[in-house]
Structures are given as structure tokens and as C-alpha cells.
């Protein structure tokens, strides 16, 4: 199984500031025929099922603000919010599609400072 | 919109199975898949299998082969998965979320089911 690790666990950050949630996975999630790293990440509001805000490690979801932001490629990814609104407080995962089981980080708990 | 509606809550004793269902609406249901993932308490979120809702295909985690069955009911948009064998750590949410059925990202989740298991 591919093992999906976040860091930090937890996060607070100061509204309009930078916001940043790393993710590893155990093996590459590049794959080579379509050279797509099979990455997404989710948001998951107290109370409410996740959310995909990335796909593709990098291409955001209709809808979702452009201060979310992915990148990284094979096992190292990042998910960048430039300017912390307070609606983005939530807990933040990551996930690999790139074979099953589709494991999950542990999640990064996003507060305001 | 994509709708994905789940069952209700429900509360089982150990050894009992629970089916919990997630009925699809606003998109051609058979035309993707449907994953089921849990959530228990403090837990990080758990894939469990996938089945293709167009032609029945399905895949799980080994980790519970031999207590899950996923199914669809396509006349009815809705898929069915069933959990045998409970026991207290199989308490936590359970959702149904929308993928492509080839390989992508869940882009739409149910609104979760929430399933206790106690004596």
C-alpha cells in the first residue's frame, strides 16, 4: 500500500497569510504513459463530507478560489493557500488514486492565528 | 447538480451486518463509479472499494475483502454497500463519493451515514 504522510498535523496561520500542507507518499504517483501525478487534494469542514479542491496534484476544481494552489510531482506535493480567509479553517488531506487502496494522509488541521 | 444521497444512521450490535445505500441523481449514473470511504473518530479517512456503475465491476480493500459487497441497482441510481461481521471499530461514517471509472478523483461525496456499533 502506498502510505501518505502530511506535515504539520496542525497549522494556524494569520488571516491574509500564507497557508502551506505538505504531503509524501511512500512510492511515486507519477504515472509515466500520461505523466500525471494521481494527487488530490480534499478540504473537510466540521460536520460536512470532504471537498476536492486539487486534482492532478495541480488543477483546481471549478469553483474553487484561486488562492488554492497544488504542485509537486512523484512522491512530494504541496498545497498552497496564498492569502488565509477564515472560511478555510478545516482539515486538509491528501489522497493517491494511483492504485488501490486510495490511501490517505492523516490530514492537516487549519486554524486562524 | 450531482446529488449523492445517502441512507440514514444507524445503530447495530456486534456480529450484525448494516447496508447502507447512496442514491445518485443529476448525472448519468452509469456512466462513473462510486468509491465508499469511512471515517472513525480521530481516524484519517479509509478507502474501501469501488464498483463501476456501468458494468458492475468491482474492487476492495483487502484489508476488508470477505466482509464488504458493494453493489448498484441501476434502475434505481443507486449503490449499496453492506458491512458484515461488525465490531466495535467498524463505528465511524460512512460516505459514498463519485469518480471517473477509469482512475480520477472523487468529485462528489454523499453526505455520510453515520454507523455505531455497540452491545
Known amino acids: 500500500d502506498i502510505v501518505m504522510t502530511q506535515s504539520p498535523d496542525s497549522l494556524a496561520v494569520s488571516l491574509g497569510e500564507r497557508a502551506t500542507i505538505n504531503c509524501k507518499s511512500s512510492?511515486?504517483?507519477?504515472?509515466?504513459?500520461?505523466?500525471?501525478?494521481?494527487l488530490v487534494w480534499y478540504q473537510q469542514k466540521p460536520g460536512q463530507p470532504p471537498k476536492m479542491l486539487i486534482y492532478?496534484?495541480?488543477t483546481r476544481e471549478s469553483g474553487v478560489p484561486d488562492r488554492f494552489s497544488g504542485s509537486g510531482s512523484g512522491t512530494d506535493f504541496t498545497l498552497t493557500i496564498s492569502s488565509l480567509q477564515a472560511e478555510d479553517v478545516a482539515v486538509y488531506y491528501c489522497?493517491?488514486?494511483?492504485?488501490?487502496?486510495?490511501?490517505f494522509g492523516q490530514g492537516t488541521k487549519l486554524e486562524i492565528k | 447538480q450531482v446529488q449523492l444521497v445517502q441512507s440514514g444512521s444507524e445503530v447495530k450490535k456486534p456480529g450484525a451486518s448494516v447496508k447502507v445505500s447512496c442514491k445518485a441523481s443529476?448525472?448519468?449514473?452509469?456512466?462513473?463509479?462510486i468509491h465508499w470511504v469511512r471515517q472513525a473518530p480521530g481516524q484519517r479517512l479509509e478507502w474501501m472499494g469501488w464498483?463501476?456503475?456501468?458494468?458492475?465491476?468491482?474492487k476492495y480493500s483487502q484489508k476488508f475483502q470477505g466482509r464488504v459487497t458493494i453493489i448498484r441497482d441501476t434502475s434505481a441510481s443507486t449503490a449499496y454497500m453492506e458491512l458484515s461481521s461488525l465490531r466495535s471499530e467498524d463505528t465511524a461514517v460512512y460516505y459514498c463519493?463519485?469518480?471517473?471509472?477509469?482512475?480520477?478523483?472523487?468529485?462528489?461525496w454523499g453526505q455520510g451515514t453515520l454507523v455505531t456499533v455497540s452491545s
Open positions: 463519493a463519485r469518480a471517473p471509472t477509469t482512475a480520477g478523483a472523487f468529485d462528489n
Open positions: 443529476g448525472y448519468t449514473f452509469t456512466s462513473y463509479a
Open positions: 464498483i463501476n456503475a456501468g458494468n458492475g465491476y468491482t
Open positions: 512510492q511515486s504517483v507519477l504515472y509515466s504513459s500520461d505523466n500525471k501525478n494521481y
Open positions: 492532478w496534484a495541480s
Open positions: 489522497q493517491q488514486y494511483y492504485s488501490t487502496p486510495h490511501t
